[in-house]
């Protein structure tokens, strides 16, 4: 239950416990834990606030802007207030955030809708307003007199990473705004100009009428020098501070790389090349698919990352068909799937681990490396503090993949020492959330099914399985029923 308290603070009601699954589903849940993670200096104090997080020691959370409170109980039942302090935005970052957002029709309908695609924190990050927190933003304080994150401060984060998968809105309150005032700003910058008339044209009926458009140009010709800029000498003054020499340089700096950018495109095998953003061709198509740099291809994940129920925000018909594909279901990721070189269950999968991590998730997916030296004794130290004693799980281990014994479990290690949850589906090691510094915390995230949250948690020590129907793959067939 959600309290509001004008439109500057809001106080969620003390949740359950959250025991045998992780603190964070969503990937903006998981970045804010990851900076919790990467604070604290004592990891035993990290170990001591999960215990208090996942017994439901922490009480009310009070969220205001540029604070988060909440009376935390020890075993003891001695409650402590625990404060966890975030910067505000300034003014002028919000002017920025939301002129950013102007100019990108999708970034305005997912906050509307709820969501926080990670090309709109990209996006914002370019234009210099950081939404998410760093390492070292999360400032606590507590009534225990730690000098640094105590175990009551670190519970009451993991508390709160739980509220931002549920509504993104909670963190840019902590930024500053609140969800009314947000919401004002959105809708106002995607309002249509003043005595603009002009009126839009159905996707679906442009892209039915396609094939009535006359045929493309041929290809153009490469120059065989840059264009000429246009001459700066006039009779007129510049203005103050425009240096014209600097202005020329600059437009035949311009004009010299749009001829070499044109001479790379028509030139043989541009396709089978990697991207000017590093990215391969099988993993644009990919990126395409998952919509992270387009609208996406079909209907949009709900809040948890998965397929099925809509998203809040909106009828179902004004979010479906962006690419114009109602007609014919999947052609467009179809065609995708065919540039990647992946079969159709194949692509589904890589679609899946780019939304929960982009190109770092799709690494994880498909590469398999071996751990040795440091890497090795800090994975090693990562797993034996995880668990007590008698909780840790039996491990296989292969490379830098950790399967569960008797359990389709799986631990993955990325090369910056982040953990990522895998479950086997009808044979298939399926991503299964985003990385964490815990391996116990990843390996609970995947000790559920999809749509299990109100079924018992599967164990992570092998005295379970995770599928309660008997191992129908959700996730594969979500993803196929849905055209991708």
């Known amino acids: 239950m959600t309290r509001y308290d004008g439109d500057l603070a809001r106080t969620f009601a003390a949740a359950p416990p959250a025991r045998g699954r ?27 606030g999960r215990r208090l997080a996942r017994a439901g020691a922490v009480g009310a959370v009070s969220v205001r802007p540029g604070r988060v409170t909440a009376v935390v109980r020890d075993r003891d039942g001695t409650g402590h207030r625990a404060d966890v302090l975030l910067t505000e935005l300034s003014g002028e970052q919000w002017d920025r955030f939301f002129g950013m957002a102007a100019e990108r029709a999708g970034h305005v309908a997912a906050l509307l809708d709820h969501e926080m695609p990670p090309h709109l924190v990209e996006d914002a990050a370019a234009a210099g307003v950081g939404l998410l927190p760093g390492t070292g933003d ?5 009534d225990c007199d730690a000098w640094d994150h105590c175990g009551h401060s670190v519970a009451l984060c993991y508390q709160v990473a739980r509220l931002l998968d549920e509504d993104p809105f909670v963190l840019l309150l902590l930024r500053g705004r609140g969800e009314r005032a947000v919401r004002d700003s ?13 009126e839009g044209v159905d996707a679906a009926g442009a892209y039915a009428a396609s094939d009535t458009l006359p045929p493309l140009p041929e290809l153009p010709g490469v120059p065989a020098e840059p264009g000429v800029p246009p001459s700066l000498d006039s009779d007129t003054a510049p203005g103050p501070g425009v240096d014209p020499e600097a202005l020329a340089f600059l ?18 095998g541009h396709g089978e090349r990697p991207l000017e953003s590093g990215l391969s061709v099988a993993q644009d198509a990919v990126r ?25 925000g909106g009828p179902e018909p004004a979010r479906r068909g962006r690419l114009g594909t109602d007609a014919e279901p999947g052609t467009v990721t179809a065609r995708l799937a065919d540039g990647s070189g992946r079969d159709r269950l194949g692509f589904a999968t890589a679609v899946r681990a780019w939304r929960l991590g982009g190109a770092d998730a799709l690494a994880v997916l498909e590469e398999e490396w071996a751990v040795s030296g440091e890497a090795l004794a800090r994975a090693r130290a990562a797993l034996e503090s995880a668990w007590d004693e008698d909780e840790r799980p039996s491990l296989r281990a292969r490379a830098n993949r950790w399967t569960v014994g008797g359990e389709p479990l799986q631990l993955r290690l990325d090369t910056d020492g982040g953990w990522w949850p895998y479950r086997e589906e009808d044979g298939r090691w399926m991503p299964a959330g985003g990385p964490t510094r815990d391996p116990a915390t990843a390996l609970a995230s995947a000790a559920r099914a999809p749509g299990d949250d109100d079924r018992p948690p599967a164990s992570a ?21 849905n055209g991708e």
């Open 138 to 142: 999360l400032e606590p304080e507590c």
């Open 461 to 481: 020590t092998g005295s379970s399985s995770a599928f309660p129907d008997g191992g129908t793959p959700r996730v594969l067939t979500a993803l196929i029923e």
């Open 186 to 198: 959105l809708q106002a910058q995607a309002a249509p100009a003043a005595g603009d008339d002009t």
């Open 251 to 268: 437009a035949s700096r311009a004009a010299a790389e749009a001829r070499r950018l044109l001479a790379d495109a028509v030139a043989a």
């Open 22 to 48: 992780g603190f964070a589903r969503s990937w903006w849940g998981h970045a804010w834990v990851r900076a919790l993670e990467e604070s604290v200096l004592d990891a035993g104090q990290v170990r001591a």
């Open 288 to 312: 395409l698919a998952a919509g992270n740099g387009s609208e996406p291809v079909g209907d949009p994940p709900g809040p948890s990352g998965e397929r099925g129920e809509p998203a809040r």
